[in-house]
């Protein structure tokens, strides 16, 4: 017996391998096609007429796809999903000419929401983290990076982590955890950043680890935040203990954090607005992902990262949401494609590459995420029409009919 079949499907995938440079346009096309499921694994794949023949009488489920398209999950490598409360004067302030870091500055920013995130209660953001899972399989998402750094002390770090921890284990959600106590230098800390880093070296980065609350250990490298040599030497602390290194580079200033791809193993650098030749070149001998965010640049009005360069260039192009209540307030995956499409001069093939397996291989899960294949997870999304290319044309709304997790039906639309 297999759980379920789903027949009569346009299948739009990748082979499961990187893809960097002109790879990144290669898209199978599988036309009126069946993906048997067994617990939770993709078992068979084949013609419908076939798939029919083999299975009809032992599945539990048969669902037929009506010829729509059948993509593989999006998987969202960058967000900071873990919060409460909004931000929405800040949004007001922007519009009005205040930048990014004047706000952070004046105690928004980050700084506002680690007020809100240090009051909360742990079951309060298990609660909000919960509302989000479900606005995620609503757009397809079906495996997502969260983030701490919210919390920016030992005690409201690990609330954050515990979090994700719980609901993973109540929810069908994926979610992979990272930890960012490098996300902003801490009020207690605004005249002393060298004790503060010396804290996340001696106590959080070995509890978290030891503990197992992340896969992975980030820092806003930044002018005015942490610097090159800090945040290397943070991510060496972290490597040091099993955490992998991933961060946040060239987004308002190049100050040298791309760079860093050469003197550490990064799986990848995010957001590159401002990134320069020297980071490419590094980041190209690093094999490091290049995760672009431009929810991010829509939302603050700046110049979109040059996703041609870096394509041209050869490296590996990964597409992320960086959901968080201040700089990019969405869990649309739909919108970050349309949006690299449109404003990045991407293919659709190139975007739907990014927010898939490229995207899996960002948080190093490509061994079971990102492509349709056997022997891989059950994770998928039906659309409402035919081809992925609705995505980018029918903008503004949402293109997901079903979104599967783990072969388990976790949203379907009214239409």
Not at 89 to 110: D, P, T, V
Not at 184 to 196: C, M, R, S, V
Not at 317 to 338: K, R, W, Y
Request: hydrophobic letters at 40%; proline letters at 3%.
């Amino acid at each position: 017996m297999i759980d379920l079949l789903i027949i009569r499907a346009e299948i739009f995938t990748s082979d499961g391998k990187l893809k960097k440079g002109e790879k990144l346009k290669e898209v199978k096309h599988l036309s009126d096609y069946g993906i048997a499921v067994k617990d939770g694994i993709i078992t068979d794949i084949g013609k419908t007429e076939d798939m029919l023949k083999k299975y009809h009488r032992q599945a539990k489920e048969i669902l037929d796809a009506g010829g729509k398209a059948l993509i593989p999950g999006f998987v969202d490598p960058h967000t900071h999903a873990v919060f409460t409360g909004s931000r929405e004067q800040e949004f007001k302030m922007r519009l009005e000419g205040k930048s990014y870091m004047e706000i952070l500055q004046a105690g928004g920013g980050i700084l506002n929401t680690l007020k809100k995130v240090r009051e909360a209660s742990l079951d309060e953001l298990v609660i909000e983290l919960k509302k989000r899972v479900r606005l995620f399989f609503a757009y397809g998402t079906t495996t997502f990076e969260a983030k701490s750094g919210y919390g920016l002390n030992f005690d409201d770090e690990i609330k954050m982590l515990k979090a994700i921890q719980i609901v993973n284990s109540e929810t069908d959600a994926e979610i992979i955890p990272t930890f960012i106590g490098a996300h902003a230098i801490p009020p207690e800390y605004k005249d002393n950043k060298e004790k503060y880093i010396e804290k996340l070296i001696n106590e959080i980065i070995p509890y978290v680890a030891e503990n197992k609350l992340a896969e992975f250990i980030d820092v806003f490298c930044e002018k005015g935040v942490y610097t090159a040599g800090e945040t290397l030497k943070i991510l060496k602390a972290g490597e040091k203990y099993g955490l992998k290194p991933k961060m946040h580079a060239d987004e308002i200033e190049s100050i040298g954090c791309s760079e860093l791809a050469e003197k550490l193993k990064i799986y990848s650098c995010d957001h590159l607005l401002k990134i320069k030749k020297s980071g490419i070149e590094a980041m190209k001998k690093g094999d490091t992902i290049a995760t672009l965010l431009p929810g991010t640049a829509f939302s603050l009005k700046e110049p979109f990262a040059n996703a041609r360069e870096l394509i041209d260039n050869g490296l590996a192009v990964a597409l992320a949401t960086d959901c968080n209540p201040g700089s990019s307030f969405s869990e649309s995956m739909p919108q970050i494609i349309t949006l690299a499409v449109l404003m990045m001069n991407m293919l659709p093939k190139e975007a739907l590459n990014a927010a898939t397996i490229n995207a899996a291989y960002a948080i190093d899960k490509q061994n079971k995420l990102g492509s349709i294949e056997i022997g891989k997870q059950a994770d998928f999304v039906i659309l409402k029409e035919k081809s992925y290319l609705f995505i980018p044309y029918h903008y503004g709304v949402n293109p997901i009919w079903k979104t599967f997790k783990r072969g388990k039906c976790v949203s379907t639309a009214d239409y």
